[in-house]
């Protein structure tokens, strides 16, 4: 498999339990907000967005909390599954219109059975 | 089904050598890009394109070149000046600004 996930925080949660990955993120202005998920060896999933005029939004067995406060922004998934297991990343979009994200370095999420 | 693919997905060069590294879509998105991740690091934007013929450099475009001659088409030529091209490097593409990237599955380069 790919070794982008090499130094990346770990985080290990039982299957069926809740998870919380965070991210704080680098830029006041930024008014757009992505979470991915990356699997070994693959491209980047697009999981769930949010706008800076929101402060929650819900998915499918994922909601994404944006605090602008202390510019900080959390993933939740809900009953955790194997298939989650994955390196789970966040970007930022600084400027309305521009095309330009920044990447987060990212969180290896495990499941452990 | 619509989606962006790249090939190879291995790809190995030789010192001096250039390679270009194949991306296409067709979910009529106007703008592509290329980024390079290394283990430990967010993703780095190369080079973007927002519409054909125009392309800009992105964050780290030394030792690379690109082409936007088709809508579908973004090719990166990692060049003999890229002096240390081993990484995974994925190519996305959006419908329109402050919309999300579609990413393509990546190629992995190797310098042997």
């Known amino acids: 498999g790919e070794s982008v996930g090499l130094h990346l925080p770990t985080l290990s949660v039982q299957e069926g339990d809740n998870s919380i990955i965070n991210c704080a993120y680098s830029?006041?202005?930024?008014?757009?907000f992505i979470w991915y998920k990356q699997e070994s060896g693959k491209g980047p999933q697009f999981i769930i967005d949010i706008r800076s005029n929101m402060d929650k939004r819900q998915g499918q067995r994922v909601t994404v909390l944006l605090n602008k406060t202390v510019k900080h922004l959390s993933l939740q998934i809900a009953a955790t599954q194997p298939g989650d297991s994955a390196v789970y990343f966040c970007a930022e979009s600084p400027t309305s219109g521009t095309y330009k994200y920044i990447f987060g370095t990212g969180t290896r999420l495990k499941v452990l059975a | 089904d619509g989606g962006i693919t790249q090939s190879p997905k291995y790809l190995f060069r030789k010192e001096g050598q250039n390679v270009t590294l194949s991306c296409e879509q067709n979910?009529?998105?106007?703008?592509m890009y290329w980024y390079r991740q290394d283990p430990g690091q967010g993703l780095r934007l190369i080079y973007y394109s927002q519409i054909v013929n125009d392309f800009q450099k992105g964050d780290i475009a030394e030792g690379y070149s690109v082409s936007r001659e088709k809508k579908e088409s973004f090719p990166l030529t990692v060049t003999s000046a890229q002096k240390n091209p081993t990484a995974f490097y994925l190519c996305?593409?959006?419908?329109?600004?402050?919309?999300?990237?579609?990413f393509g599955s990546g190629t992995r380069l190797t310098v042997v």
């Open positions: 830029n006041s202005a930024s008014d757009y």
């Open positions: 979910l009529n998105h106007d703008a």
């Open positions: 996305a593409s959006s419908l329109r600004p402050s919309y999300g990237y579609t």
